[in-house]
């Protein structure tokens, strides 16, 4: 099933003094629907460039299916794109656009038909054919693009934030639908994008990049939960750093953490470095709850001030400084029917889970 | 700590409370094709290669001879290579063409001053004036008539400015002055005309795609300031439109000089010109290197006039910011 | 108010500027050999006189040859630098652009006399067409790669890399993507440079050898007082072509803005 498809060795491209990647390697397998995260500039494009063909790489090497890329042209290898703008070639129409990449091909005239027929009933485009391209709407724009590339069955396709110009609805509508699409044809999607939330509710692994190197791969949860720097857990929703320090380590790792006190950390809390002495603690607002009276807690709560909170209908938000400490933390609560919302000033308990929490080192 | 100012997401309630670190930046989104490296550089090179080539051949070397010719001497038909100042003697003694040069710089400044002068409200008109939809029919308008023969085009601006001409005859017919007026016609102010209308559109565009080129809002925002629309044109609008205006000027500046078709139809003996010298000397004279040396002077003095007038124009747009 | 004031000058600058054209085919028409006013009668012997003149026909046809070739060049030369300067980067790109567009400014007088020269004095060449058509093709040029430019620019660079993405080789997606993309703009440029070329008089006048193109004819008929309302009825012919030439190339300039899919910005040249 993992069966590697592309590997990246080393890969660095310049340009001029500007370093876009600086050695990255990576593996992506068969059928995997990976993507790249990371803030603007930070060498997404480039990466997905470099795979497909259309940048040199300044040094190390791009495989795909154990062949070497080095001197393989864009037009000659198995990755097909979506572009950002979708590129649908304006003096075309929308079949002929579909079928563009078939005119090499030993098929007939008939079937070139029937395989554009199907691939643009695969994008919900049935009867678009004759369309002239310029005659499309957003959502319309992105299947042509995306049956076009399909339509040649590449090994890889290339996604380069292909839903950034679609309105909101419709990128949630159409998050779905790739993702449905990417397990019907079963090829290898990459997708570049700078959304976290469309990274994590799409993919198989994600790669967190900043700087033009690969910071965090990992499944959308592991992501989510054991973030392996305060860059990626900042990156990744909110986090909550409070100050620590570790007072001894082996296979279980004990620190004091400001404001929450002694606790014990075990297994992938922590990095496999981890050296006693000052560090940070990390914790997700929604793994904490603020406690009414009546609320009995568990083994670790702490008592908080309300300093500040947004009620958002479904959640609310609050600041909370705990006891002993001038730390402010956020946390998050469902409001349920018989939960109170607090108000500023109120006293309260904080209740949290030591298996929450997440370890950085300074 | 603002907790007011973060935005909810929609599905997983991801949040971010302290940070706005969603940064939607459209990127490069439009990057230049292919990749930018040294292959790309021999495919521009060879690409650009015979334009190139052609204008070395065509231009350069052509400008490089007439330079050469303007050190030797020609007598009828032989030609002297022997280097020497004698053309430049001539030229700088002989009164007649330091005359003709003079006349042409202050001809062309003269014919530049008029036709910007004219053409800025035009391009004012058609940028802030004009429904956007309308605008380029204007542009169409303003460009058609400089498509019509220009031969034909000068020598109707001597039908039209002549003693027994379109305009004398219009005026005197409407009373407004009892003799033929004289002054428009055989002379420099002639050629003025003649030429602030042949270059209308070259200047005009210019300005107009510097006028085009103003944000709408920092005019709004000037008069939002209490700034009046007289104050806010000239605080705002001109300053901004001065690259247009200059590129105008030089546009309209530099091939006028080298006009001889008009000052020979319109001119007279007095609004002749360097360029009806230069004409006279290949053509008639057959002396070749004082041509080459009168046009050698003219190009030297345009290329000083305008650096001096671009050198002028930057040290004042630094001045103001 | 402002704006109406502006209105009224944009008027009367338009009379300005159409002054010679309305002009010209009064007189055209005009049965006095006298360019003068009053009209004195309805007549279309000017034109019929054009009919009969074999050396106006004579000079016409070298006109067209000479435009026509004259266009074909510098649109191929104008395809080459316009494609180099919109798609890639060379050294000292800015200059060698610069210089190329010199043309555009330089006096025609300075571009005469230096062809001249080398043609007659260092190469020893006969002054011929070709000749008037070396100097109209580097006139031109700037021109086409003014068109041009704006055409190659307007095309989204990635409809090319979909192009090559989807299997297409460099020249094959020129072909197949780029070159539709840009031909409205090819077809103005073909246009202007063969409007600029049938009407430029200062080069011509230097470089035609025995046979005149049609300005230096129509130079040579100007001295003629009894010849110019032929002039005129000619003139009146060419202010019609060109203006169906111009409306032409800017029809296909803005079918090339719609292909490409943009709005017009407006603006010819
Ligand atoms: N053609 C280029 N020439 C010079 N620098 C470039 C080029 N393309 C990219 N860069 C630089 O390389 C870095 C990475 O760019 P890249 O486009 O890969 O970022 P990205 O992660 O895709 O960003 P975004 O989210 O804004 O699209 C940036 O600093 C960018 O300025
Ligand atoms: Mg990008």
Redesign the interface.
Known sequence: MTKPLIQLKNVTKNYGDVQALRGIDLTINEGEFFSLLGPSGCGKTTLLRTIAGFEDVSGGTVMISDKDMANVPANKRPTNMVFQSYAIFPHLSVAENVGFGLRKSQMSKVEKNAAVDQALSMVGLDGYGSRAAHALSGGQRQRVALARALILKPKVLLLDEPLSALDKKLREQMQAELRNLQRQVGITFILVTHDQEEALIMSDRIAVMFDGEIAQLADPQTLYRRPNSRQVADFIGVMNFLPATVTSVGDTVTAHVDGLGAVSLSGDQFAKDVQTGTAHVGIRPETMSILQESDTGGANVTAAVVEDRAYYGDMTYYDVRLDGGDHIITISMKNLVDRAVLERGEKTRVAWNARALVLFND | MCILGFQKGTRLHLSLARNSRKIWVSGLGKRSVFKINNRDQLRGMALVSPTLIYAILLLAVPLAVIFLFSFWTQDYLTLDRSFTLKNYREAFSDPLYRTLLFRSLWVAGGVTVVTVVLAFPIAYFVSFHVTPKRKSLWLFLITIPFWTSYLIRVFLWKVILGYNGVLNSGLIGLGLVDEPLTFILYNANAVVITLAHAFAPFAILPIFVSLEKIDRSLIEAAQDLGESKYQTFRRVTLPLAVPGIVASCLIVFIPTIGDYVTPRLVGGPNGLMIANMIQVQFLKLNNAPLGATLAVLAMVSVTVIALVFIFLNRKYLRSRS | M??RG??I??VV??L??????L??PM?AFNDSTI????LTGFTTDWFSELRNTPALHTAVKNSVFIAVISAVLAT???I??A???T?????A?RG??G??M??L???????A??????MV??LNLPLTNWSVI??H??IC?PFS?AILNGAFQNI??????????????RWSTFR??TF??VMPGIISSLLISF?ISL?E??IA??MTGANPTM?VY??GL?RFPSKLPA??A??TI??VL??A??ILA?FFRRRGL????LK?T????
């Open positions: 402002k704006s502006l209105m000058y944009a600058y338009l300005f500027l159409y002054a010679p054209v002009l010209l007189f360019i003068a006013f009053p191929l030369l104008g080459c630098a494609r180099a300067a798609k890639f980067d060379f050294p790109k060698v652009m210089f190329i010199l043309p400014v330089l006096p025609e007088i300075i571009v006399v230096s062809l001249l020269v080398v004095q260092v070396a100097a093709v580097l040029t790669i989204d660079g990635a409809l090319e890399e979909a192009a090559m993405d989807l299997g297409e080789t197949l993507v539709p993309l409007t009407d008089f200062i006048f230097f300005p129509i130079w100007l002039v005129m000619l003139g060419l202010v060109s203006i030439l111009l800017e719609r292909r490409a899919g017009d407006g603006g010819f040249l």
